[in-house]
């Protein structure tokens, strides 16, 4: 897949403005927690019908799956993201209180030990962060729960470049898409629907890539010199 068919993978459908518009609705409104599922549930569809093919993004309609299986895929996330929550827990709570304590010795510990579990929390969060991704993938393809955790997928997948490339790539589509709140004004009322656009991009990444890595049956092309400085 190149890469700018696939940053226009939104707008493949005649009604992609109005997907955009209630995706970011939504994502304003995601306080509410429910509205979050629904975004979540139309990227695992995303995910889902990229899987299977379909060379056009979902429109948001059967709000009660999307709901549901948004709700599921937040759970995903949630628990693979425990052990590093713990280890910050552990590690940063206690340097915390190791700095209150006053004493020279123990704000030499504290400020060391907060350093660490910083770095160490950080690490174990962002490789979480990726690993659940490809649970989530597999939870849409097999529309399974248990299927997010299935190891031998993920250990199959995770660590190959075919998938790990458009991961990147993902990220950095996604953290350019977070940069338009810095406009002021105009970048705040913008970034709820860039934030959602970018999120669909990096479904539709997510897919090919788990496709490449699992099976060979995709490839994902990264982007050449020309696209990439254009």
């Excluded at 010795?105 to 174990?124: K, N, P, W």
């Excluded at 470049?161 to 990220?171: C, E, F, K, L, M």
């Excluded at 350019?176 to 709820?192: C, D």
């Amino acid at each position: 897949m190149e890469f700018e068919q696939t940053l226009r993978y939104p707008t493949q459908n005649d009604a992609w403005k109005r997907t955009v518009l209630i995706g970011g609705l939504l994502i304003v409104i995601g306080v509410l927690i429910v509205p979050l599922f629904a975004v979540y549930g139309y990227l695992v569809r995303a995910i889902r019908d990229s899987l299977e093919g379909a060379s056009t993004p979902p429109i948001f309609d059967d709000w009660r799956s999307l709901v549901v299986d948004g709700a599921q895929a937040w759970v995903i996330s949630v628990l693979y993201l425990l052990v590093p929550a713990l280890v910050a827990a552990v590690t940063v709570g206690g340097s915390i209180t190791a700095l209150a304590n006053g004493s020279g010795a123990a704000t030499a510990l504290g400020t060391g030990g907060l350093f660490i579990g910083v770095v160490v929390s950080g690490a174990l969060a962002l490789l979480s962060g990726y690993l659940a991704v490809v649970g989530i993938v597999n939870f849409a393809r097999e529309e399974r729960f248990g299927a997010a955790f299935d190891t031998q997928v993920i250990r199959s997948v995770a660590f190959d470049r075919g998938y790990a490339i458009p991961w990147v790539v993902s990220v950095g589509i996604v953290f350019l898409a977070g940069l338009i709140g810095a406009i002021p004004v105009v970048g705040w009322i913008l970034t709820p629907f860039a934030s959602f656009y970018a999120a669909v991009v990096a479904a539709n990444l997510w897919a090919t890539g788990f496709e490449a890595a699992y099976d060979g049956s995709a490839e994902w092309i990264p982007p050449s010199e020309e696209e990439a400085t254009a």
